[in-house]
C-alpha cells in the first residue's frame, strides 16, 4: 500500500494545478465555472490528480482509527489516493467496508488499478457516477463521511447521507478554506454550525482547511 501511495503522491507533486485547470478551461483565480455541469468538468479535468494533502491523509487515517470506522462513504474518489488512506485504516480497524464514487469512468478505472496493486481492493467498493444518485442507497449505520469532491455539492451530498449517520460518526471536509471565485464553505458552515441539524463542527489548520464534523445524538 505505501509503495501504491507514494507513486499517487509523487505524481500528485509533479502537476502545477493552475496550468492543469488552466489547460481544462477552468482559471483557479477566476470565476467558478457553474455553468458548466459535473460531468463536463470531470471530463474535462479527468487527467488531473486532486487529493488530500499527504497531512490530510494521515488525518484521515487517524480519525478512522480513532471511531473505529466499520463503514466509511466518500465523495470524490478521484485517481483514489484518499480513498487508499481511509481503507487501510478500515482494514486495521480489523475490516470494514470504503464506499466511494466517482463521475469520471478513467478516473475510476486507474483507481481501481491503484486499489489492487495496494492490496485493498476487497475492502472498497467503487461507485461509478453522480454522487446524487449512487449514495442514495447505502447501509446502515454510516461511521465516517469524507466530502471530497466538487465545492457545490458538498452540502447536497452531506444530506443525502446524513440520515444513515450514527450517533457520534465523523464528517470530514477537506480544503473548507478553498475559494474559488465564490464562497461555497458559508452555506455548509451555517448548516452544521446550527444546533438544529445536529452536528458540532470545527476547523483544523491543515493544507487547505480541514473541517471536522461530529453527528451528535
Not at 44 to 64: H, N
Not at 110 to 139: C, N, V
Request: net charge negative; glycine share 8%.
Amino acid at each position: 500500500m505505501v509503495s501504491t501511495l507514494n507513486q499517487l503522491l509523487a505524481a500528485e507533486d509533479q502537476q502545477d494545478l493552475v496550468a492543469a485547470f488552466a489547460d481544462a478551461g477552468v482559471d483557479m483565480r477566476g470565476e467558478y465555472p457553474d455553468h458548466v455541469s459535473a460531468a463536463e468538468l470531470a471530463e474535462r479535468t479527468k487527467d488531473i490528480i486532486m487529493s488530500v494533502s499527504r497531512e490530510g491523509g494521515q488525518l484521515l487515517y487517524l480519525l478512522t482509527r480513532a471511531v473505529r470506522a466499520r463503514t466509511v462513504v466518500e465523495f470524490g474518489t478521484s485517481f483514489g489516493i484518499s480513498t487508499l488512506y481511509l481503507a487501510s485504516a478500515v482494514r486495521d480497524n480489523d475490516g470494514g467496508r470504503v464506499i466511494t464514487t466517482e463521475l469520471q469512468a478513467d478516473k475510476a478505472r486507474s483507481a481501481q488499478e491503484s486499489f489492487a496493486a495496494a492490496g485493498l481492493s476487497d475492502i472498497i467498493e467503487l461507485r461509478l457516477g453522480d454522487a446524487r444518485e449512487t449514495l442514495k442507497d447505502l447501509p446502515a449505520p454510516v461511521d465516517l463521511l469524507l466530502l471530497d469532491g466538487w465545492l457545490d455539492l458538498r452540502l447536497p451530498i452531506l444530506k443525502i447521507v446524513q440520515p444513515r449517520l450514527r450517533p457520534g460518526a465523523l464528517v470530514i471536509v477537506d480544503d473548507i478554506d478553498l475559494y474559488a471565485g465564490r464562497d461555497f464553505t458559508q452555506g455548509f458552515l451555517d448548516y452544521v454550525g446550527d444546533p438544529a441539524n445536529g452536528f458540532l463542527s470545527m476547523r483544523l489548520p491543515v493544507h487547505q482547511g480541514v473541517q471536522v464534523c461530529l453527528k451528535l445524538g
